[in-house]
């Protein structure tokens, strides 16, 4: 499986020496499921790359457990606001399955930003990613029907129905455990 490296490689060609200096940046974990990489009121500190496994972003609201973001095999998972204000978090990250985990402590990647153009350029294009996903996400909410989203999820992440609980699942699309399996039976 490719891991954070490889994901800037693929945005910017970057030297040895870069890249020996985020292969020390870099901490992997496998961590198992249920694990929380952020909890409610701390400060994110870190920027994190899923290697293999999945997890999600999750806050709560009027007592509901609502899933806000979902990171599976080779994606970025972050409270990315906590993480660009250095505020509490209002959002925790719970890891749905056992997983690998690269972890980048974010001090040290702007400082890395600051000394090589190249990796702060992969941080733009990084940024530039989660915002353009994010809009992708707010058109959905507000354009689809339940049963689109679903098909938008699954065509984007196949076999997602299978690693991520059902509940989570129907928290990030704005619907019910109840309309899922309706969708899933063809019955809408």
């Given at each position: 499986?490719?891991?954070?490296?490889?994901?800037?490689?693929s945005?910017e060609p970057l030297?040895?020496e870069?890249?020996?200096?985020?292969?020390a940046?870099?901490?992997?974990?496998e961590?198992?499921?249920?694990?929380?990489l952020?909890?409610?009121?701390?400060?994110?500190r870190?920027m994190?790359?899923?290697?293999?496994?999945s997890?999600?972003v999750?806050y709560?609201?009027?007592?509901?457990?609502?899933t806000?973001y979902l990171?599976?095999?080779?994606?970025?998972?972050g409270?990315?606001?906590?993480l660009?204000t250095?505020?509490?978090?209002?959002?925790a990250?719970e890891?749905?399955?056992n997983s690998?985990?690269?972890?980048?402590?974010?001090?040290?990647?702007?400082?890395?930003?600051?000394r090589y153009?190249?990796?702060?350029?992969i941080?733009?294009?990084l940024a530039?990613?989660?915002?353009?996903?994010?809009?992708k996400?707010?058109?959905?909410?507000?354009?689809?029907?339940?049963?689109?989203?679903?098909q938008?999820?699954i065509?984007?992440?196949?076999g997602?129905?299978?690693?991520i609980?059902?509940k989570?699942?129907?928290?990030?699309?704005g619907?019910?455990?109840?309309s899922i399996?309706?969708?899933?039976?063809g019955?809408?």
């Amino acid at each position: 499986m490719p891991g954070m490296i490889e994901v800037f490689l693929s945005i910017e060609p970057l030297n040895e020496e870069i890249q020996q200096e985020l292969r020390a940046a870099i901490r992997c974990r496998e961590l198992t499921k249920g694990t929380h990489l952020l909890k409610f009121g701390e400060v994110d500190r870190y920027m994190h790359f899923v290697v293999q496994g999945s997890g999600r972003v999750y806050y709560l609201r009027d007592g509901r457990d609502i899933t806000d973001y979902l990171a599976m095999d080779g994606q970025f998972l972050g409270g990315v606001e906590s993480l660009f204000t250095g505020k509490a978090s209002e959002k925790a990250i719970e890891l749905t399955e056992n997983s690998i985990i690269e972890s980048i402590y974010y001090p040290s990647f702007e400082k890395l930003c600051a000394r090589y153009h190249k990796v702060e350029h992969i941080g733009r294009k990084l940024a530039l990613f989660a915002f353009l996903e994010a809009q992708k996400r707010i058109e959905s909410i507000r354009f689809l029907s339940a049963a689109e989203r679903y098909q938008e999820l699954i065509a984007k992440y196949p076999g997602i129905s299978n690693r991520i609980p059902l509940k989570h699942l129907a928290s990030y699309l704005g619907t019910t455990q109840v309309s899922i399996s309706r969708i899933r039976a063809g019955i809408q």
